[in-house]
Nanobody, 119 residues
Framework: QVQLVESGGGLVQAGSSLTLSCAASTTFWVTDMAWYRQAPGKQRELVATITADGNKNYGPSAKARFTISKDHGKNIMTLQMNSLTPEDTAIYYC??????????????WGQGTQVTVSS
């Protein structure tokens, strides 16, 4: 079982900051975690990823503004978002890639948290 719960979204002014969190509860083998976002009528895009060994990668829209992190137990992932713009408005989804047993592996998604940035 993999259960993901996102929180921290809300309505903010441009230039403000938000911190999203994703609480993961699972006994599966987790390879990496990631944040995605999807605006209405647009393709879902990768925001940031963090691997089991702590390697971080960012999508073009997040680089230099967002910071992804996780706790030592890999149970909680956060996304610190700074200098938000209206273009950041989207539903943000937590995703974890996990496997119960090789070779079966799958991506598990949270329900999403809404981020709205007004100008």
């Amino acid at each position: 079982q993999v259960q993901l719960v996102e929180s921290g979204g809300g309505l903010v002014q441009a230039g403000s900051s938000l911190t999203l969190s994703c609480a993961a509860s699972t006994t599966f083998w987790v390879t990496d975690m990631a944040w995605y976002r999807q605006a209405p009528g647009k393709q879902r895009e990768l925001v940031a990823t963090i691997t089991a060994d702590g390697n971080k990668n960012y999508g073009p829209s997040a680089k230099a503004r967002f910071t992804i992190s996780k706790d030592h137990g890999k149970n909680i992932m956060t996304l610190q978002m700074n200098s938000l713009t209206p273009e950041d408005t989207a539903i943000y989804y937590c995703k974890v890639r996990a496997s119960r047993e090789w070779p079966s592996i799958a991506d598990y998604w949270g329900q999403g948290t809404q981020v709205t940035v007004s100008s």
